[in-house]
């Protein structure tokens, strides 16, 4: 049996991801914030948690670690080695590779909202868990890094192949995409996203994971090579940007504010 992947709901809007597998009872978590969330569900399949896994050093995606451990004292917990997370007991670099029940992530180091940001990437299921880094139509604020750094960043996971599908751990897909719509309001890609996930909301469905050629299409933090975009950004600037990367910082101030 493959494993399937479950959003657990904490907070107001974060999605603890969890990959679990019916067959053999296991369970691995992404970025557990809450750990009272994580073990109801795990107490009501009778899953064995196996591994935990953190994107970044956040207390959102951070918090619940402590608790998990207490009642599965010896699961491992892998992150950015560099992370100022203390409860980090598998330190990783840019470019590991670790299996979890059967599953294969490669660590890939994605700085710009923290320093420490990293997501977790299965090329054999073609899955992203890009924590804060990209959401659907929108990526994070950035907190630590620079503006330089995240858009290297989003370039690095739009590398991937346009098939894999980012599972970001907010949602936050309404509000990014009326700022998308205000960046590009002629794009019909965002209107017709905009519908899609409305239906999935009100449907009280999850409106992620998305797929890489689907933030092609509607994500102006991706697109800061498209004409549009540029002009949009060159007029909320008042001046010609001289770069990508000077459009992607005007676009991440002009929705800081939107």
Not at 100 to 114: R, Y
Not at 144 to 173: F, W
Not at 206 to 217: C, G, K, N, T, Y
Request: hydrophobic share 40%; charged share 15%; proline share 5%.
């Amino acid at each position: 049996m493959t494993n399937s992947i479950t959003p657990l709901q904490a907070f107001d809007d974060n999605y603890i991801w969890c990959i679990s597998n019916a067959q053999q009872k296991k369970a691995l978590v992404i970025d557990p914030g809450d750990s009272q969330v994580v073990l109801n569900y795990l107490a009501s399949h009778a899953y064995q948690l196996c591994a935990i896994l953190v994107t970044h050093h956040h207390y959102d995606h951070t918090d619940g670690i402590n608790g998990l451990l207490q009642r599965y004292p010896d699961t491992p917990v892998y992150g950015n080695g560099d992370s100022p997370c203390s409860a980090i007991s598998q330190p990783l670099d840019d470019g590991d590779h670790i299996t979890i029940m059967g599953q294969e992530f490669q660590l890939l180091t994605v700085p710009g909202h923290t320093l420490d940001h990293v997501a977790y990437y299965d090329a054999k299921n073609q899955q992203l868990f890009c924590g804060d880094t990209l959401f659907l139509a929108g990526c994070g604020r950035i907190f630590e890094g620079t503006a330089a750094q995240m858009h290297q960043s989003l370039q690095k996971l739009m590398a991937l192949p346009s098939a894999v599908q980012a599972y970001p751990a907010h949602e936050y897909s309404l509000a990014n995409l009326a700022f998308a719509a205000a960046v590009e309001p002629d794009n019909k890609d965002i209107t017709q996203t905009i519908k899609q996930a409305q239906q999935k909301r009100q449907q009280g469905e999850p409106s992620v994971p998305s797929s890489l050629s689907q933030e092609a299409l509607v994500n102006p933090f991706v697109r800061c090579h498209i004409p549009a975009v540029i002009v949009a950004a060159n007029q909320k600037a008042e001046r010609q940007l001289a770069s990508q990367t000077d459009v992607f910082a005007t676009l991440r101030e002009w929705k800081n504010n939107f």
